[in-house]
């Protein structure tokens, strides 16, 4: 796979790093990913995907961008209001990197589509405020064998995590919590949605590259109130609806 002229200046960073280089601005190229939610998480994700020169980001999306959305949500403009979040997305990235191709889905995921709204894909990145989204999102990647990397916010916290097979988003929550709220009822500094979609993105890099360690069955917990982040080894609960029994070990 080559680059061309313009890519080897837009990737020169990349090009240079000793982890990355060319063999893993290659995979880049040749990778393709999902963005479940173009959201707090899935907006500035999908922006450093795009600057990285992932070949493939398929958008999956069925909301449009609201006014409020603005405050955290940067692959937006005042513009873009009333738009399509998936529609807007696409022409955004598509003037940040033309190398890319963008896969705008503007559809809900659900237990019924997530296999086939995901297929295809290297990697699924999922930054979506629903638990019912975040279980069927789970649960296909589980069944098709694709790593999943997963953000979450709340308030002034929030985490990601990285998923491959065991253990998987279901051993980490088993059910939905009782207390469980979305960011418009709750709340959420918006500078909070940037350092965790940062964070995702840089996960999935990672993965596809191949630098470094990936959160593969770790949670990393970040604190933006104190400025503090730690990290938790997942255990596979062998009673998990999805990926739990012998068969799956």
Same mark, same amino acid.
């Given at each position: ?24 601005? $290659? &995979? ?5 990913? #999902?963005?479940? *939610?173009?959201?707090? !998480?899935? +907006?500035? /994700? =999908? ?23 603005? $405050? &955290? ?5 005042? #513009?873009?209001? *009333?738009?399509?979040? !998936?529609? +807007?997305? /696409? =022409? ?34 999922? *930054? ?7 279980? =069927? ?113």
């Amino acid at each position: 796979m080559t680059f061309s002229d313009d890519e080897i200046e837009r990737y020169a960073r990349h090009l240079v790093l000793a982890e990355l280089g060319g063999p893993g601005q $290659q &995979r880049l190229k040749a990778a393709r990913v #999902a963005l479940i *939610g173009v959201g707090g !998480v899935g +907006a500035p /994700a =999908a922006l450093y995907l795009a600057a990285a020169g992932v070949g493939t980001l398929r958008l999956i999306d069925d909301d449009t961008v609201a006014l409020s959305n603005l $405050q &955290r949500q940067i692959l937006f403009t005042g #513009a873009d209001t *009333g738009r399509a979040k !998936v529609e +807007a997305g /696409a =022409a955004a990235l598509d003037a940040l990197n033309p190398h890319v191709h963008i896969e705008p889905v503007a559809e809900r995921l659900t237990a019924a589509n997530a296999a086939a709204l995901i297929a295809g894909c290297d990697l699924v990145l999922d *930054g979506t405020d629903d638990f019912a989204t975040r279980f =069927a999102v789970n649960a296909a990647c589980v069944a098709a064998g694709i790593p999943l990397v997963s953000g979450a916010l709340g308030r002034w916290s929030g985490q990601v995590a990285v998923f491959e097979g065991r253990p998987c988003y279901r051993c980490l929550v088993p059910e939905v919590p009782p207390e469980a709220e979305s960011c418009a009822r709750a709340g959420v500094v918006g500078a909070l949605a940037g350092v965790i979609g940062t964070m995702a993105a840089l996960e999935a890099i990672k993965w596809i590259t191949g630098a470094g360690t990936p959160l593969s069955g770790r949670l990393l917990l970040y604190d933006g109130l104190a400025g503090t982040a730690r990290t938790v080894t997942l255990p596979a609960d062998p009673a998990c609806p999805v990926c739990g029994g012998a068969d799956r070990a």
